[in-house]
Each structure stands twice: as structure tokens, then as C-alpha cells.
T-cell receptor, first 112, second 113 residues
Framework: RKEVEQDPGPFNVPEGATVAFNCTYSNSASQSFFWYRQDCRKEPKLLMSVYSSGNEDGRFTAQLNRASQYISLLIRDSKLSDSATYLCVVSAMDTGRRALTFGSGTRLQVQP | EAQVTQNPRYLITVTGKKLTVTCSQNMNHEYMSWYRQDPGLGLRQIYYSMNVEVTDKGDVPEGYKVSRKEKRNFPLILESPSPNQTSLYFC????????????FGEGSWLTVV
């Protein structure tokens, strides 16, 4: 079983739609959580951190459920420019060092 | 402008021919790392460095070497490349190992034939 699992998609949605992605993680000692965005053939960039109480940044809302070990990303009013792959990233201590584990990503395609 | 610069961006090479992918950052970050990205597997850490002359293995270090002689540079060395090292490689730099301060280079597409 992968440490961080995501539905690879693609999620094909029309402009203006609301779309949600989930990501599950297996390490119950995970401490920090992030969503990264990666455009085709480009480097990943931080979209937002995920806080325990949930957090919002404009059209993006991130949630954390520690009991069920998943995080989610909700995108409202989708734009064409939201088309990208969204990577779930989990941080945990591993043999004395802080290690990041990346999910393989969920691809979103927003259509006109 | 904060930057992580890696070169070459694209390379096709032959099995066994040593190559080096350079990485340089201008943010005075102590923590640097190398990742490879393969379809369906996500980014996997190859090596990381906590500071000058301090390097350690990540999750998939086999077939790779690194060095950290200066703070800004963290080259990735493939002594004898093999086709299974065909991948997209990213250098990353951050203030700490945490996930909210990472800057990635633009990536290096490496094909080993």
C-alpha cells in the first residue's frame, strides 16, 4: 500500500464547477500536510498548507481529517487556469529526520 | 528573484557514460534535495543535504551520488547511468525539511539509452 494515495483522475469538469480531491495517508504520525500544484512538465509549486481546523485561500479550501487519515482540497468556481495536477504532500519524522512523501497526483482538466 | 537553477534541462545519454546534473540556489538555504518523478509514483527523494558537507540518502539513492562543497550548489552525479534512471529530476531547496518552504528547480529530463 502506498504511503500517500490519490485518485489519479483525470477529473474533467466544466468551468464554474466545484471539484474536490481526497488524499489518504498511512502514517498516523504524520505531522504536516500540503497541497502542491504541478503544471504539465513543470516544477511543483506550493498551493497551500493544510491546517487541522481547515483553511481557505480564495476559491480553495483544504481540510484535514486525522481520525480517518485523509486530507481534501475543494476548488470552487473552477477556472481554465486551474487545469493542472494536484499533489498531496505529507510530512513525518522518519528515522530521526523530517521526510516528505508525495502522492502521485490528481489531474484536473477544466473545460470551457 | 528566488531561484533554483538546474542544468541540463534535457539530456539523452548512453548507458554507462557518467553525467552530472548541476543545481544552484540563490536563497542561502541550508536544506537541499534531489527528487525523481516517474509516472504513477510521485516524487521520490534521492539524496538530501542539511548543510555544507552534510549529505544523506533519501528513499531511492542507488546509482546516484551527490556532493555539497558549497552552500549554493548540490550536484547530482550518475557514475554509470542505466535505462532505469530515465526520469524527470528535480532539485529542491528550502529553509528547513518541512513542506511549506520548498523551491523546486524547473526539472531535468534525462533519457538513458
Amino acid at each position: 500500500r502506498k504511503e500517500v494515495e490519490q485518485d489519479p483522475g483525470p477529473f474533467n469538469v466544466p468551468e464554474g464547477a466545484t471539484v474536490a480531491f481526497n488524499c489518504t495517508y498511512s502514517n498516523s504520525a504524520s505531522q504536516s500536510f500540503f497541497w502542491y500544484r504541478q503544471d504539465c512538465r513543470k516544477e511543483p509549486k506550493l498551493l497551500m498548507s493544510v491546517y487541522s481546523s481547515g483553511n481557505e485561500d480564495g476559491r480553495f479550501t483544504a481540510q484535514l481529517n486525522r481520525a480517518s487519515q485523509y486530507i481534501s482540497l475543494l476548488i470552487r468556481d473552477s477556472k481554465l487556469s486551474d487545469s493542472a495536477t494536484y499533489l498531496c504532500v505529507v510530512s513525518a519524522m522518519d528515522t530521526g529526520r523530517r521526510a516528505l512523501t508525495f502522492g502521485s497526483g490528481t489531474r484536473l482538466q477544466v473545460q470551457p | 528573484e528566488a531561484q533554483v537553477t538546474q542544468n541540463p534541462r534535457y539530456l539523452i545519454t548512453v548507458t554507462g557514460k557518467k553525467l552530472t546534473v548541476t543545481c544552484s540556489q540563490n536563497m542561502n538555504h541550508e536544506y537541499m534535495s534531489w527528487y525523481r518523478q516517474d509516472p504513477g509514483l510521485g516524487l521520490r527523494q534521492i539524496y538530501y543535504s542539511m548543510n555544507v558537507e552534510v549529505t544523506d540518502k533519501g528513499d531511492v539513492p542507488e546509482g546516484y551520488k551527490v556532493s555539497r562543497k558549497e552552500k549554493r550548489n548540490f550536484p547530482l552525479i550518475l557514475e554509470s547511468p542505466s535505462p532505469n534512471q530515465t526520469s524527470l529530476y528535480f532539485c529542491a531547496s528550502s529553509l528547513s525539511p518541512g513542506g511549506n518552504t520548498i523551491y523546486f528547480g524547473e526539472g531535468s529530463w534525462l533519457t538513458v539509452v
